[in-house]
């Protein structure tokens, strides 16, 4: 079946440190892939997408590059914010497109 | 509407009551999901709609819990008899088919 295993949180950075968040899938055929943001009391917003190989979607200053070869996603910036404190999640849809396979999350706290 | 709006925000309820959750999609999406999002299971998929009828149920915990979806618009998600494992974040997502998920804030259902 399909899953995605993110890094464990919570991850703490000092504003204007390098951020990654790494993220794997395993998944049945050529899925794309997704990085949601869960501000703290908000639902979740889509942050960026990639839909296939190669692929690097961005976003806020956010990209994840779609490598098939290590079945990777992985989430990065180059300078955090404290607005950018949030939950993330990795996500894949396969073909059909009729339901997200979620990681389990990775809080993000960004202090001053 | 602008997004992807439900109701209640809240929910408070006794075990063994009976509790429905609303959904109202973006205008003119076709594709509606429910998700619940708790502490120990992550953010699981439960139901997928595309216009009234629901081919994918695949998620549904158990029989307790059913949706409709009426008019290819709202919907709403009736868990029966309550049980404190019910107790979760339940999101609603609409999209036009197999396209992006959009997601409202969440009903946040505490079973007491």
């Known amino acids: 079946g399909n899953s995605v295993t993110q890094m464990e949180g919570p991850v703490t950075l000092s504003e204007e440190a390098f951020l990654t968040i790494n993220c794997t899938y395993t998944a049945t055929g050529y899925p794309s892939l997704f990085w949601y943001v869960q501000y703290p009391g908000e639902g979740l917003q889509l942050l960026l997408k990639?839909?296939?190989?190669?692929d690097k979607g961005s976003n806020k200053g956010f990209e994840a590059t779609y490598r098939k070869e290590t079945t990777s996603f992985h989430l990065e910036k180059g300078s955090v914010q404290v607005s950018d404190s949030a939950v993330y999640f990795c996500?894949?849809?396969?073909?059909?497109?009729?339901?997200?396979?979620f990681g389990t999350g990775t809080q993000l706290k960004v202090e001053l | 509407g602008a997004g992807v709006s439900q109701s209640p925000s809240n929910k408070v309820t006794e075990k063994g009551k009976d509790v429905e959750l609303r959904c109202d999609p973006i205008?003119?999406?076709?594709?509606l999901y429910w998700y619940r999002q708790s502490l120990g299971q992550g953010l699981e998929f439960l139901i997928y709609?595309?216009?009234?009828?629901?081919?994918?149920k695949s998620g549904l915990p158990s029989d307790r819990f059913s949706a409709e979806r009426t008019g290819g618009s709202v919907s709403t998600l009736t868990i029966q008899r309550t049980q404190q494992e019910d107790s979760a974040v339940y999101l609603c997502a609409s999209s036009i088919k197999g396209d992006i998920q959009y997601f409202g804030a969440g009903t946040r259902l505490s079973v007491l």
């Open positions: 996500a894949l849809l396969t073909g059909g497109g009729n339901k997200l396979t």
């Open positions: 709609f595309q216009g009234n009828s629901a081919p994918d």
């Open positions: 990639a839909t296939k190989a190669d």
């Open positions: 205008s003119g999406h076709t594709a």
